[in-house]
């Protein structure tokens, strides 16, 4: 599989995500402790984490989902405060908790997302016909969801964020509780993504997978504690994995 290696990005129009001093506090707990970084257009870029370092809180507030208690964030140019429906209407998103429905068929969850991001029929049929295709389950079409196995429900629900070919995807553990061949799978289909051009914003906690992305950022205690390309990291920290530099960094707080 390709590693981080940014030859895919077309950053000729400037950031796509430009976050600065963005803090979320839920009482006197603060999960998001101004947070800064930018991602280029066509990136992917690694949100990476043990659970409970901030890292969903602040693709909530990045998916127009929740609101800032102080600093700015734009997404594909719209505001994080005043332009959230614009930003919802400009992204693909897939949800730790799995989003699909379970009780309809695999055809009919795409149909329902695709009208939920506004495309008329004829499209969702041909995104439907053209996604499934990549997947090999065009013969599933009218299976009950239920019926599908794990590893291949994570990836019709990552087609499913993709449907509508947005400017952005972000991705809130895509691959937890599969297996190792699944989810190197599933990162073949985030880098055949990112060659169409989305943004792929992805959040983990699988050191291993950093190498996957062009740059990650790395949080500890809500804060992000570094953030380059994973060959850089690896300098930086004389390490000799993603999962070395991480807990140097850990152990250093």
């Known amino acids: 599989m390709q590693t981080g290696s940014l030859e895919h990005i077309s950053d000729n129009n400037g950031p796509i995500i430009e976050v600065q001093d963005l803090v979320k506090k839920f009482g006197s707990f603060v999960a998001n402790d101004h ?18 370092a901030g890292k969903t809180t602040a693709m909530r507030i990045l998916c127009g989902l929740s609101s800032p208690t102080s600093g700015n964030a734009t997404i594909a140019g719209f505001n994080v ?63 009950i969801l239920k019926e599908i196995p794990l590893g291949w429900k994570q990836k019709l629900a990552f087609s499913v964020a993709v449907i509508h070919q947005p400017k952005i995807v972000f991705l809130d553990e895509p691959t937890g509780g599969v297996d190792p061949i699944t989810r190197r799978q599933f990162w073949e289909m985030i880098h055949e993504t990112a060659k169409e051009g989305i943004t792929v914003f992805v959040t983990t906690h699988y050191m291993d997978e950093a190498e996957y992305c062009d740059r990650v950022s790395i949080m500890v205690d809500g804060k992000i504690v570094a953030l380059d390309t994973p060959l850089k990291l690896k300098e930086t920290y004389r390490a000799a994995s993603m999962e070395d530099v991480f807990l140097k960094l850990a152990r250093a707080k």
């Open 81 to 143: 405060y005043t332009q959230t429906e614009k930003i919802k209407r400009n992204i693909g998103y897939m949800s730790q908790k799995f989003s699909l429905y379970d009780d309809l068929t695999v055809w009919e969850n795409f149909r329902f997302y695709g009208g939920i991001y506004g495309l008329k029929t004829e499209k969702i049929r041909e995104r439907t016909e053209e996604l499934l295709g990549r997947l090999g389950l065009q013969g599933e079409k009218n299976k």
């Open 35 to 52: 947070l800064n970084f930018t991602v280029s257009r066509g990136e992917i870029f690694g949100f990476l984490g043990a659970n409970g």
